[in-house]
């Protein structure tokens, strides 16, 4: 084209990470914010909204969507999927309530079995998508059955009721204001900020969902990264498992049921494409705000339950929607 | 085609370009990526509506607002990639959107039909054959057979010899010159020049949206239509200055992949660049991923610097110090949703990446370092590499290997859909590489480039090595002989 045959190079002024977030983000921005103004002026919960117990409140509900969102960003960048993540938070719930309550393990073990219960799960599907040509669609398919089943099959279909005061802080508890599911949000984020952007397997993630074939000329290990991506996810998933079951005070072999999607949803309508090779923390973190807001706002108006999915499917369309609109205009 | 304007946001991309195709001409239509040549023909088929201008079809204008009224008015595009449904039949493709039959499909007659057609012009496909089990060539003799059925006037066919064999090309040719015969019209999209004085009549040269010159083939030459369409001289196309032989830096013996490649021996010296040549499928791009370790199961035995040495990955090969560009930038080599820095500096991460830190700066250097020596056009760093041309796709390409700092640089089709301006300037950097040190192994099916940049010639044929010449007593017709079956 005419115009880029004679420019100069540069490229030595580098655009502020700030900048570009909201450049990039423009859309979804809008809209959480958008929505967060509707709740604030809408009668029916300008009173109740925009208090400190509720937004972080919300923040506490949506941190384990955004635990497992993390980890799901990742994949979806790879161009995988992970849909046992819901099967794993039932797992992990279950067995580390187990543990407490039958085994009486001390509960920093509890926890920590949890989380490997998510580990293993994910080192499966690893394994099996790294080594087979299965899709991850298949294989986390699978596990997202033979997981749960599991979970029924330990406790034999019914909650593992744990009261202690110590299970119930993980889930309930607050470390100042902060409740500390928020605190370990933060954490989860800046670690998975630091994966995807300051290491070398975040760079091989992405170059691996953009183009496989590509990677393996590059000498990139392709069967590590995707058996990487798929670990970190179930950890995330174990990690979202304690917090749920620390936060219903039993471990249930129905939790987590559906939690698949909304990690996916935010994802999604953060901007990250289902076909791979791009994407980014940030979208993903305002897509999962933009979900639990809505949940919020929801149920602060005492919405019937049952339009909540309606109205979170038609938000999601909307939201993916606009962007789509924002991204063919500068085609 | 007269006064066509088109512009696009930012780009002018067609600026009063006139065009005229004769009956029964073979007309070429040449330029570099960028000057126009699609978007000229995507507004005679339909796809684009031009900004001004008028297409004139047998003296009388001709309303072409879509692709059905381009069709309706006997225009047939054949794409550079094909557009069959593979899954599907020969006739079943032939006829598709316009099935004979009433209510249901008369398949019988769809299948009658499309075989007189095909046995018209002598092609022996059977109708009932799937697409996909066509070779590439064959697929696009279906195209061109879809195109007549159509009762195309004109037929425009968008680099129709990338992907064939010489024998195939000839084929084509043959077909091209039939079509000729029923008087219908040719718009002959190519990079390859060579093609031109073999099927076409005449040859418009476009540049940055303009139709520079329209000249009769066999009164032009390869030079003036070069310099057209660069826009100035291009006194020195190639550039190679040989040196005297060094030492050996590279000796591979009895490669073997256990599949197609036999025995084949070579020895690379410094400051060398070594040419294969071959057909399509001779075996060079499969030896050379042998050598970079991407093939498991590959035997023989390979010496760096004399010192035997066995490579079992891509990763080993790098540490040895050589690097691989390969054949096809778009599948095997772009990360094309990423930015130009991202894909030169991919190699080399651990320079600027420790633990969790970026040194964003020496980063943004290293880039910076490989777009200037390869001469990289883009606006910035930051740019998504599949917005550059094909030619500066490719440098970015040959950069991000250089960056590996190599002492063996493989460049598997370095030239390959690349504009003329773009391929010289690669031939003068592979030189200067050369002249630095560095040993290259060129693997072209450009005969004129192999001999022209090699020292020395290795012919392939089958999987095997055929023999060899050096630079000075290479010719075309004794490399043909050579790989040719």
């Known amino acids: 084209m005419a115009g ?232 995330m998933a174990g990690l979202a498992g304690i917090v749920l079951a620390s936060r219903m005070y039993s471990g249930q072999p129905t939790a987590g049921e559906g939690a698949e999607m909304d990690a996916i949803a935010a994802v999604v309508v953060g901007g990250t494409s289902m076909a791979g090779g791009s994407g980014k923390l940030g979208g993903t973190i305002i897509g999962g705000l933009i979900i639990g807001v809505l949940n919020n706002g929801l149920n602060l108006m005492n919405v019937n339950s049952f339009w909540q999915y309606v109205v979170k499917g038609a938000v999601i369309l909307l939201a993916v929607y606009v962007d789509y609109l924002r991204h063919r205009k500068t085609e | 085609m007269k006064n066509i304007s088109k512009s696009f946001p930012g780009v002018k991309a067609l600026d009063s370009v006139n065009f005229e195709l004769k009956a029964g001409e073979v007309h070429a239509l040449l330029g570099e990526n960028g000057a126009g040549k699609s978007t000229l023909i995507k507004v005679l088929g339909g796809i684009y509506i031009p900004d001004q201008g008028d297409i004139y079809i047998n003296g009388t204008r001709a309303e072409i607002h879509d692709v059905r009224s381009a069709q309706r008015n006997g225009i047939s595009i054949i794409h550079q990639e ?192 070594i040419g294969f040549a071959g057909l399509i499928g001779a075996g060079r791009s499969e030896t050379m991923k042998c050598i970079f370790g991407l093939t498991k199961g590959s035997t023989g035995n390979i010496f760096l610097d004399g010192h035997k040495i066995r490579i079992k990955s891509p990763t080993e090969a790098m540490r040895y110090g050589i690097a691989f560009v390969p054949e096809d930038r778009k599948s095997e080599g772009l990360y094309s949703l990423q930015s130009v820095r991202y894909n030169s500096t991919i190699e080399v991460l651990r320079t600027f990446m420790k633990f969790f830190s970026v040194n964003a700066k020496k980063e943004r250097e290293i880039a910076q370092t490989y777009i200037d020596i390869m001469g990289t056009k883009t606006p910035s760093q930051e740019q998504t590499i599949q917005n550059l041309s094909g030619g500066n796709q490719q440098k970015v390409m040959i950069g991000r290997w250089l960056a590996t700092k190599p002492k063996v640089l493989i460049l598997d089709e370095p030239t390959r859909g690349i504009d003329v301006g773009a391929k010289s300037e690669i031939y003068a950097i592979m030189n200067r590489l050369a002249k630095e040190g560095m040993a290259i192994i060129m693997v072209s099916s450009e005969l004129p480039e192999i001999i022209n940049m090699s020292d020395r010639i290795y012919v392939m044929c089958d999987g095997t090595l055929r023999g060899s010449f050096d630079h000075a007593e290479a010719t075309q017709e004794k490399i043909m002989k050579l790989a040719a079956k």
């Open chain 1, 4 to 235: 880029t045959d004679t420019k100069e190079i540069s490229g030595q002024k580098a655009e502020s990470p700030v900048v570009r977030f909201f450049k990039e983000n423009l859309g979804i921005l809008i809209a959480l914010i958008a929505l967060c103004l509707i709740l604030t002026v809408n009668p029916a919960t300008s009173r109740t909204f925009l208090t400190s117990q509720n937004i972080f409140n919300m923040l506490r509900q949506t941190s384990t969507n955004l635990y497992i969102a993390c980890g799901m960003t990742m994949v979806i960048i790879l161009g995988g999927i992970d849909l046992s993540v819901g099967s794993i938070i039932a797992l992990s719930g279950c067995i580390a309530a187990g543990c407490v309550v039958h085994y009486h393990f001390p509960i920093a073990i509890a926890i920590l079995v949890g989380i490997l219960v998510g580990l293993l799960v994910g080192l499966f599907n690893g394994v099996v998508i790294a080594k087979t040509t299965i899709p991850a669609f298949i294989v986390t398919l699978a596990t997202m059955n033979i997981a749960r089943g599991f979970a029924y099959v330990y406790t034999g279909g019914s909650p593992v009721r744990v009261i202690t005061k110590e299970w119930q802080f993980i889930g309930g508890g607050y470390v100042g204001i902060f409740p500390v599911p928020v605190i370990i949000l933060f954490i989860v984020l800046i670690l998975t900020g630091l994966i995807m952007n300051k290491t070398r397997l975040g760079r091989y993630i992405y170059a691996v969902g953009g183009n496989a074939q590509a990677a393996e000329f590059s000498g990139i290990n392709v069967a590590k990264v995707k058996f990487l991506v798929q670990v970190f996810s179930g950890i």
């Open chain 2, 82 to 273: 094909l557009v069959l449904v593979p899954q599907m039949t020969v006739a079943e493709n032939i006829y598709l959107g316009r099935e004979p039959g009433k209510k249901f499909v008369d398949r019988k007659k769809m299948q009658v039909e499309a075989q007189k057609l095909l046995n018209t012009y002598g092609m022996q496909i059977d109708a009932d054959t799937l697409v996909g089990k066509l070779t590439i060539a064959q697929q696009q003799m279906v195209e061109i057979i879809k195109a007549i059925s159509y009762q195309s006037k004109i037929v425009v066919m968008d680099e129709p010899t990338s992907s064939l064999s010489d024998s195939e090309v000839s084929y084509l040719f043959k077909t091209i010159r039939t079509l000729v015969r029923e008087n219908i019209g040719i718009i002959y999209i190519s990079h390859k020049m060579s093609e031109l004085g073999e099927i076409c009549d005449r040859v418009t040269v476009m540049r940055d949206g303009q139709a520079v010159g329209t000249r009769v083939v066999k009164e032009t030459t390869n030079d003036e239509l070069i310099s057209m369409m660069v826009g100035r001289e291009l006194k020195h196309y190639y550039t190679r200055d040989y040196q005297k032989q060094k030492k050996v830096v590279l000796k591979c013996e009895n490669i073997s992949d256990g599949k197609m490649v036999k025995d084949v021996s070579f020895e690379l010296h410094e400051g060398e660049i």
